[in-house]
């Protein structure tokens, strides 16, 4: 992401924006077709020739972004920003094949695209591991002393607060890179407003913190969509991510690692390869986001604990799960929809001490609606899964009866709830296999850990697969939500 010289002819392509004269011409209608401003930075001696036309003229480009964009000054060619201030976009730009186009060094900048594109030359090859971009459209980061860069080369975490701050990208189309947007090292800063297509990582934020993500929109890209690595604190709100992703990778829309205390309200992560992945990502917030029709799973977070997730819709992934839990302990899941889903609604694999309060799983795979597996400890109330799909969907003889029932619980001890509900299920209300002191209410029903009835029954018959504790008078009436007692209506204590 160097400066380069092709033709031998000394004249480099990047201008930087410090300590030299630079040539940039002024905004349409703040400067005359032939008005040139020369802008000296970074001197005692700054000097600007400005032959401003009268105010009467108006921005070609409307009024977006107001005075603030007025008084930018205008970019009309890839370059390095290192001089704090307001910056827009003049012209489209592209970069050199395998260079990164625009470099953003300072704090207190604001960038505007004002509707324009920075094109490249086409990402890496998506097939080479490890893969490290080598370049992007727009890229966020600190100078490196040599001493940071020896750090970085050898591996060695750099400290989340030690870059730059207050750095906005606004109103940009990015295209043909291997990162699309990426903020390394920064606080405090924004993305708005963007389009990112045809890159390896659309959207990156790297040890970063406290930064605002609203309104983008990332497609077709290799990777990721939107990406977040050590990045802590963030929001990410009204965003679009679809059509990301590769089989191989099985990632797509938002990847989230090693990163704590973020928030992602209201995106659409609908059709990519996979929607929403944490990998080592603790303490986040996931709120009322759609993530659905992705190819393979929906939300899966891996080894992430403290999560709460709250009113999102996973619904008809096409391959495996609404949102799955693998060695993810003390989450939340409250009031989410995973419906139609392939395999299975909510998944938990060796997941401990979890809550599930609210929930629905209607209409999935063979696995069923709610489904723990080696997971124990956990607290399943006022949770619905009805008409998931066993036998019905299976053609032949000798069909598992067993196959879609309304919860499935395998291998796993301890787990407590009640007021679930699970009618017209293939597999019946619930499935318990090995664990023990188990005790969940489906239907009015206590069910605990007995050996599952292999009786073949309709699927109207609503099968009892595991001998019932106690048989509760049905009120019709749903406990209130998160309303979780140690002792029944009759006083019966839970067995566990």
Same mark, same amino acid.
């Given at each position: 992401?160097?400066?380069?010289?092709?033709?031998?002819?000394?004249?480099?392509?990047? *201008?930087?924006?410090?300590?030299?004269?630079?040539?940039?011409?002024?905004?349409?209608?703040?400067?005359?077709?032939?008005?040139?401003?020369?802008?000296?930075?970074?001197?005692?001696?700054?000097?600007?020739?400005?032959?401003?036309?009268?105010?009467?003229?108006?921005?070609?480009?409307?009024?977006?972004?107001?005075?603030?964009?007025?008084?930018?000054?205008?970019?009309?060619?890839?370059?390095?920003?290192?001089?704090?201030?307001?910056?827009?976009?003049?012209?489209?730009?592209?970069?050199?094949?395998?260079?990164?186009?625009?470099?953003?060094?300072?704090?207190?900048?604001?960038?505007?695209?004002?509707?324009?594109?920075?094109?490249?030359?086409?990402?890496?090859?998506?097939?080479?591991?490890?893969?490290?971009?080598?370049?992007?459209?727009?890229?966020?980061?600190?100078?490196?002393?040599?001493?940071?860069?020896?750090?970085?080369?050898?591996?060695?975490?750099?400290?989340?607060?030690?870059?730059?701050?207050?750095?906005?990208?606004?109103? #940009?189309?990015?295209?043909?890179?291997?990162?699309?947007?990426?903020?390394?090292?920064?606080?405090? +800063?924004?993305?708005?407003?963007?389009?990112?297509?045809?890159?390896?990582?659309?959207?990156?934020?790297?040890? *970063?913190?406290?930064?605002?993500?609203?309104?983008?929109?990332?497609?077709?890209?290799?990777?990721?969509?939107?990406? #977040?690595?050590?990045?802590n604190g963030n929001l990410l709100e009204a965003n679009t991510a679809t059509g990301n992703g590769m089989p191989a990778s099985e990632?797509?829309?938002?990847?989230?690692?090693?990163?704590?205390?973020?928030?992602?309200?209201?995106?659409?992560?609908?059709?990519?390869?996979?929607?929403?992945?944490?990998?080592?990502?603790?303490?986040?917030?996931?709120?009322?986001?759609?993530?659905?029709?992705?190819?393979?799973?929906?939300?899966?977070?891996?080894?992430?604990?403290?999560?709460? #997730?709250?009113?999102?819709?996973?619904?008809? %992934?096409?391959?495996?799960?609404?949102?799955?839990?693998?060695?993810?302990?003390?989450?939340?899941?409250?009031? %989410?929809?995973?419906?139609?889903?392939?395999?299975?609604? #909510?998944?938990?694999?060796?997941?401990?001490?979890?809550?599930?309060?609210?929930?629905?799983?209607?209409? %999935?795979?063979?696995?069923?609606?709610?489904?723990?597996?080696?997971?124990?400890?956990?607290?399943?109330?006022?949770?619905?899964?009805?008409?998931?799909? /066993?036998?019905?969907?299976?053609?032949?003889?000798?069909?598992?009866?067993?196959?879609?029932?309304?919860?499935?619980?395998?291998?796993?001890?301890? %787990?407590?709830?009640?007021?679930?509900?699970?009618?017209?299920?293939? +597999? /019946?209300?619930?499935?318990?296999?090995?664990?023990?002191?188990?005790?969940?209410?489906?239907?009015?029903?206590?069910?605990?850990?007995?050996?599952?009835?292999?009786?073949?029954?309709?699927?109207?018959?609503?099968?009892?697969? *595991?001998?019932?504790?106690?048989?509760?008078?049905?009120? +019709?009436?749903?406990?209130?939500?998160?309303?979780?007692?140690?002792?029944?209506?009759?006083?019966?204590?839970?067995?566990?």
């Amino acid at each position: 992401m160097g400066d380069s010289d092709p033709d031998g002819s000394g004249i480099r392509r990047r *201008s930087y924006l410090y300590g030299s004269a630079v040539t940039v011409s002024g905004l349409a209608g703040c400067l005359g077709a032939t008005d040139d401003r020369t802008v000296r930075t970074g001197t005692d001696e700054q000097q600007s020739t400005d032959t401003r036309s009268n105010g009467d003229q108006t921005d070609e480009q409307g009024d977006e972004g107001g005075d603030e964009t007025q008084d930018a000054d205008s970019i009309t060619e890839c370059t390095t920003i290192t001089e704090p201030g307001t910056y827009a976009l003049a012209a489209d730009l592209e970069a050199e094949s395998g260079e990164t186009c625009l470099e953003i060094r300072a704090s207190d900048v604001t960038l505007d695209g004002q509707g324009r594109t920075i094109a490249g030359s086409g990402p890496t090859d998506p097939f080479e591991e490890p893969f490290e971009p080598a370049n992007s459209g727009v890229l966020v980061q600190p100078e490196l002393t040599a001493a940071k860069e020896k750090r970085k080369k050898a591996g060695v975490t750099q400290p989340q607060t030690d870059g730059i701050s207050n750095v906005t990208v606004r109103n #940009l189309t990015v295209e043909g890179f291997d990162a699309g947007i990426v903020f390394e090292a920064v606080t405090g +800063g924004a993305i708005t407003e963007t389009a990112v297509t045809a890159t390896q990582y659309g959207l990156s934020l790297i040890r *970063s913190a406290e930064n605002m993500l609203r309104g983008n929109e990332t497609s077709g890209c290799g990777r990721s969509g939107i990406r #977040l690595e050590r990045a802590n604190g963030n929001l990410l709100e009204a965003n679009t991510a679809t059509g990301n992703g590769m089989p191989a990778s099985e990632t797509g829309g938002v990847v989230l690692v090693d990163s704590d205390e973020n928030r992602l309200v209201r995106n659409d992560v609908d059709g990519n390869i996979a929607g929403i992945e944490l990998t080592g990502s603790h303490a986040n917030t996931f709120e009322k986001n759609s993530v659905s029709d992705n190819i393979f799973d929906g939300i899966v977070l891996f080894d992430s604990r403290g999560n709460t #997730l709250t009113g999102n819709t996973a619904n008809s %992934n096409t391959n495996l799960y609404g949102i799955i839990l693998v060695d993810s302990d003390e989450t939340t899941l409250e009031e %989410n929809t995973a419906n139609g889903n392939a395999q299975g609604g #909510l998944l938990l694999v060796q997941s401990d001490n979890n809550t599930l309060v609210g929930n629905t799983a209607n209409e %999935n795979g063979l696995d069923g609606g709610v489904i723990l597996t080696l997971s124990d400890g956990n607290t399943l109330s006022n949770n619905t899964a009805n008409d998931n799909v /066993g036998a019905s969907a299976i053609e032949g003889p000798d069909v598992d009866p067993t196959l879609g029932p309304g919860f499935n619980l395998l291998d796993s001890s301890f %787990n407590r709830g009640r007021a679930n509900t699970a009618r017209g299920n293939d +597999g /019946g209300p619930i499935q318990i296999v090995g664990g023990e002191g188990n005790s969940i209410e489906i239907n009015g029903v206590v069910y605990t850990d007995a050996t599952a009835d292999e009786t073949s029954l309709e699927t109207d018959e609503q099968p009892i697969l *595991s001998e019932p504790l106690e048989v509760l008078v049905e009120t +019709g009436e749903r406990e209130p939500l998160v309303e979780l007692v140690d002792v029944l209506d009759e006083g019966l204590p839970f067995d566990g």
